[in-house]
């Protein structure tokens, strides 16, 4: 019988077309201003434009998806900041 532990950070991971959610919500609010730019415009040029406008938005987005290099999420600062010298010998047990 398979046991399966509880995931907690299921959302960190969670992706949607490809993106995280926070690059998603990014992509949606550019298609929502794109909406809104080709509703109130006239011109079959600034509509073309605004499609290949999102199509590299997603291109980019998934490119920075996928190296996790650009942006590194880890914290800045260590868990405790002290001004005594590290000796390199470690009294806490495994």
Request: proline residues 2%; glycine residues 4%; without cysteine.
């Amino acid at each position: 019988m398979k046991k399966f532990e509880i995931y907690k950070n299921i959302r960190k991971r969670a992706v949607i077309f490809g993106l995280p959610i926070s690059l998603f919500a990014l992509m949606m609010v550019s298609i929502l201003a794109s909406l809104l730019v080709i509703i109130f415009s006239f011109s079959l040029g600034i509509i073309i434009g605004v499609l290949v406008l999102n199509a590299v938005l997603y291109i980019a987005l998934t490119r920075i998806a996928s190296n996790t290099q650009l942006f590194q999420t880890a914290k800045a600062f260590p868990k405790i900041i002290s001004n005594k010298r590290n000796s390199g010998i470690d009294y806490e047990k495994d």
